[in-house]
């Protein structure tokens, strides 16, 4: 079962007891966007609705979908299942689908609006803390830390991410076709103790989140993401250089680091973060399974760390 999860950027901490793989999103449109790319009959768990949301709208443009609606919060929308918490919502999104067409609550089902919130399914999860919005009353950008990988990247990440909390905002671009980059988003939400987001064109970036970008170019102002169509099958996707190189105007400290692939993608626009100040950190070739771009950076620039998967590992539990 695909489940798409549109909550509040501050929400995002309080979704680890939900099932994976999921697919989180801060806006209506992404939410839709990740619905029209799953399988048909995936569900759609809306975290506290904004009060103004037109329901009749929504349920026409998710009736061609065939996606199952749910919402979680203190107010029950009219002909919606509903349920008061998170905790209170998991027997609705791990109960088998109802029939297309059955848009309420099945009959004598507690999980409605006047439902009892109940204590925490045992053996779930607790809730983590939500992570702090983008811009408070300093208005400052969260601290960044890039990650580029082509080939043998996904491995890598395995061993960089497992359980990783990190304070600031993480930018992962890895080389693969359209096709597979929800995929490793949600492979990726299984291993790391954070959300994980399919990027979002023009969304800002939160501390504390991982966001993946592939199959399209990505760069960095105005505190956000922005997307790009490419070429694909006749340029890398994404260019780990266009999204480096963007970086060096990030008003906030920057982390980069390059990881095994083949070419030499990222070698030039890890130099230039370097040369604005940013911090480096380069697979050790002889430990990569591709070792090319990781031995291109090197040829260009002498970085802030050079060392195998368990040093950058230490590396990003300091930084990132």
């Not at 009959?41 to 609705?49: E, F, M, R, S, Y």
């Not at 693969?176 to 490793?184: Q, R």
Request: charged content about 15%.
């Amino acid at each position: 079962m695909t489940l798409v999860v549109l909550l509040a950027p501050g929400d995002l901490g309080q979704v680890r007891a939900l099932p994976a793989p999921r697919r989180l999103c801060t806006s209506l449109s992404a939410a839709l966007g990740e619905l029209r790319r799953a399988p048909p009959g995936a569900t759609l768990l809306i975290v506290t609705p904004d009060p103004d949301l037109d329901w009749t709208a929504l349920k026409e443009q998710l009736r061609p979908l065939r996606t199952r609606l749910i919402t979680c919060g203190p107010a029950a929308p009219p002909g919606v299942r509903h349920a008061p918490t998170l905790d209170a919502a998991l027997p609705l999104l791990t109960a088998r689908p109802a029939p297309p067409g059955a848009d309420g609550p099945p009959p004598g089902s507690p999980l409605t609006g006047r439902a009892d919130p109940g204590a925490p399914l045992s053996g779930a999860p607790s809730a983590d803390p939500t992570p702090p919005a983008l811009s408070g009353a300093s208005g400052r950008a969260p601290t960044l830390t890039l990650i580029g990988a082509s080939t043998g990247g996904p491995r890598a990440l395995q061993d960089l991410l497992r359980h990783l909390r990190p304070r600031g905002a993480i930018v992962i671009a890895q080389h693969l076709s359209e096709g597979f980059s929800d995929n490793l988003t949600q492979w990726l939400g299984t291993l790391t103790g954070a959300p994980v987001l399919s990027a979002s064109s023009g969304e800002p970036l939160r501390p504390g989140t991982l966001t993946v970008v592939s199959g399209t170019h990505a760069t960095l102002s105005g505190g956000a993401l922005h997307l790009h169509a490419g070429q694909p099958g006749r340029e890398y996707l994404p260019s780990i250089d266009r999204l480096f190189q963007s970086a060096t105007t990030w008003r906030a400290p920057v982390n980069a680091l390059l990881l095994s692939g083949m070419g030499d993608d990222g070698a030039a626009g890890l130099a230039a973060l370097h040369a604005a100040g940013a911090r480096t950190a380069i697979q050790d070739p002889a430990t990569a399974t591709v070792p090319s771009m990781p031995a291109q950076a090197l040829a260009r620039t002498r970085p802030s760390l050079l060392a195998d998967l368990r040093g950058l590992r230490s590396f990003l539990e300091r930084h990132a």
